[in-house]
């Protein structure tokens, strides 16, 4: 190397870098991420991330509580779509307790599930918006969100915690107010996303910053473990409502949307053409319902599901039922199970170790989040800052389902 | 689902021998449980040939079985063949005095948080794990608060007394 070659390669080595903190708190990463990332002017060279600033220890927690005190704790793991992980959970338990679920208390739950994935991609879809700069269109979609957690109030009662349905099918019918808001929001929803999509799917400006935004190859997505619309967006129709159907979905038509790129655009186009399928599904499922007769909401398994409280107070059985099961003493086989759901952000899975007792010997959560935002770092190298944060909303990084 | 069973446990079988050393169904998975040290090379074979191609690493955990004296913890390996949809589950066991696995990460790169999550909660030492370091816990916690012999709460506490119904 000659001289003046060295000197070049020093001031190179020298060249200084700015650290810049993108968190914990950031109001453009949506949620408690930090990255510490090693900037030349607005590129980023190098970046790390810290997770587990909301770790609660939901799988230490869950070694000590019965199961049905379980589905308070899956809730909170990704708060957008509640009911998807509470519905996984009572899966699981059913699925080791072999508890077969009628048609009916399937359907419904198959509703509440992709209400519950509406609503989470609506929230994802418009952040994109935000991050892009159309602040309008959030404002706009979210009205949508609002009437979905109307329907679950109607359900269950809450809002965004929801803890609907129990170990053995859902905890009441839905009511005739209930069914209403579903019609309501199955007229009003087309309308608001065909809207929702005309202001930004061939919006110029959002496609020139969206395009080729933070890509991923498929390859490498399914090295990274990625599961979900971010998966399909690379284009792998991995899904797992087709793949290892649950609660009756092999009963309905419905398309898997896949993109090529695996771009923020994709990604976004992607999780779009899902909701249409969801709509699509909830009518199908409503359908279904109607041509089933009776008003059955859950199986009959007295020793899981609680007695309704007239028969506690007037029948033997019911009150040690209602006993046994408040004081978390249902007998559980022992054995070992893995259950996986399509949720939100992709496979969301349960791996439960029972030894007969009253709480899990061991629950693990696959979370989806917590492996694909491992790819996050690579992702962003290389790229404008701005870029960074666009990519991160669009992936749908949910800090509770993250840190768990 | 039977047939996946014998047809991987035989393929496995003929290429590492002594080093499988059972296999089972457990419900809808065909569960094997290998020798430790082969697990890495097990794990590429089941992904590189082309028959089996379980190309997809679900997820891993460890468990602790305090009672199973020179077997205290187990690993678990989840690996789909997304073409076939086929699932399979791997499992290793090692005694708590020797806790070292090697790492997944260098066919796997999903492996690496996942290591470190089982890392932080058992402290099982990945051999050769890129960044082997604490994820979700804070760097300066001194125990493993997976492991069964840490209790959920402070165990001094006097408050919570619940002698009736356990907790």
Redo the contacts between chains.
């Keep these: 190397m000659t001289e003046e070659k060295k000197i070049i390669a020093k001031d190179i080595e020298d060249k200084d870098y700015s650290i810049l903190n993108l968190g914990p708190t950031h109001p453009a990463t949506h949620g408690i991420f930090q990255n510490v990332l090693k900037m030349d002017g607005e590129i980023i060279v190098e970046a790390e991330s810290t997770?587990?600033y909301i770790?609660r220890?939901f799988?230490?927690?869950a070694?000590?509580r019965p199961y049905n005190q379980i589905t308070p704790i899956t809730d909170r793991l990704n708060y957008c779509s509640s009911p998807l992980n509470n519905m996984g959970w009572h899966m699981t338990v059913e699925?080791l307790a072999g508890i077969e679920i009628p048609k009916r208390v399937q359907y419904l739950r198959v509703i509440v599930m992709e209400l519950a994935r509406i609503a989470d991609h609506l929230v994802c879809n418009s952040v994109v918006g935000v991050d892009t700069g159309a602040m309008t269109v959030f404002l706009y979609v979210f009205q949508f969100r609002e009437h979905i957690y109307e329907i679950y109030e109607e359900m269950c009662g809450a809002r965004l915690t929801t803890n609907v349905g129990r170990i053995g099918g859902m905890e009441r019918d839905f009511s005739d107010k209930c069914w209403a808001k579903i019609d309501k929001l199955l007229k009003e929803l087309p309308e608001g996303l065909k809207e929702f999509e005309n202001l930004l799917t061939r919006n110029r400006i959002f496609m020139d910053r969206t395009i080729g935004c933070g890509p991923i190859t498929a390859e490498?997505a399914?090295?990274?473990?990625f599961t979900g619309p971010n998966l399909r967006a690379a284009g792998?129709d991995?899904d797992v409502r087709v793949?290892?159907p649950y609660s009756g979905y092999e009963d309905f038509d419905f398309i898997i949307p896949v993109g090529t790129n695996g771009d923020t655009y994709d990604r976004f186009m992607v999780r779009e053409q899902e909701m249409w399928e969801s709509m699509s599904i909830i009518k199908q499922a409503i359908e279904k319902i109607k041509n089933i007769p009776g008003k059955v909401f859950h199986a009959d398994v007295p020793e899981f599901y609680l007695p309704p409280k007239e028969d506690v107070y007037n029948k033997m059985e019911a009150l040690i039922y209602h006993f046994k099961i408040v004081?978390g003493e249902m007998e559980i086989p022992k054995?070992?199970?893995?259950h996986?759901i399509e949720a939100g952000n992709g496979?969301l899975?349960f791996?439960l170790?029972s030894d007969g007792g009253r709480t899990p010997?061991?629950l693990?959560f696959?979370r989806p989040c917590?492996?694909y935002?491992?790819?996050y770092t690579e992702m962003i190298k290389g790229t404008m800052l701005s870029d960074a944060i666009l990519t991160m909303s669009s992936m749908n990084v949910i800090a509770g389902e993250l840190?768990? | 689902m039977e047939n996946l069973l014998t047809f991987v446990n035989d393929k496995l079988k003929a290429k590492f021998g002594e080093a499988i050393i059972s296999s089972s169904q457990?419900?809808?998975?065909p569960v094997f449980v290998v020798e430790r040290n082969k697990i890495i090379e097990i794990i590429s074979y089941l992904k590189e040939e082309a028959e089996l191609g379980f190309?997809?690493?679900?997820?891993m955990?460890a468990?602790?079985f305090p009672d199973n004296t020179g077997a205290e913890f187990g690993m678990?390996y989840?690996l789909h063949n997304?073409p076939k949809?086929l699932r399979i589950?791997l499992k290793i066991f090692f005694p708590v005095s020797d806790v070292i696995v090697p790492t997944l990460t260098g066919v796997?790169?999903?492996a690496?948080?996942?290591e470190r999550?089982e890392y932080d909660?058992y402290g099982i030492i990945f051999k050769g794990h890129p960044n082997l370091k604490?994820?979700?816990?804070?760097d300066d916690m001194d125990y493993f608060?997976?492991r069964k012999e840490y209790p959920?709460e402070d165990g001094t506490r006097e408050d919570k007394n619940d002698k009736m119904?356990g907790?």
């Design positions: 997770v587990g770790h220890a799988e230490k927690l070694e000590h699925k490498k399914l090295g990274y473990g792998v991995y793949m290892n004081m054995g070992e199970v893995y996986a496979e899975g791996y170790i010997y061991r693990h696959r917590f492996i935002y491992q790819a840190d768990a | 457990e419900r809808d998975f190309g997809f690493l679900t997820t955990c468990v602790h678990m989840q997304l949809n589950r796997f790169p999903a690496n948080w996942m999550q909660f604490r994820i979700l816990n804070v608060p997976m959920l119904f907790r």
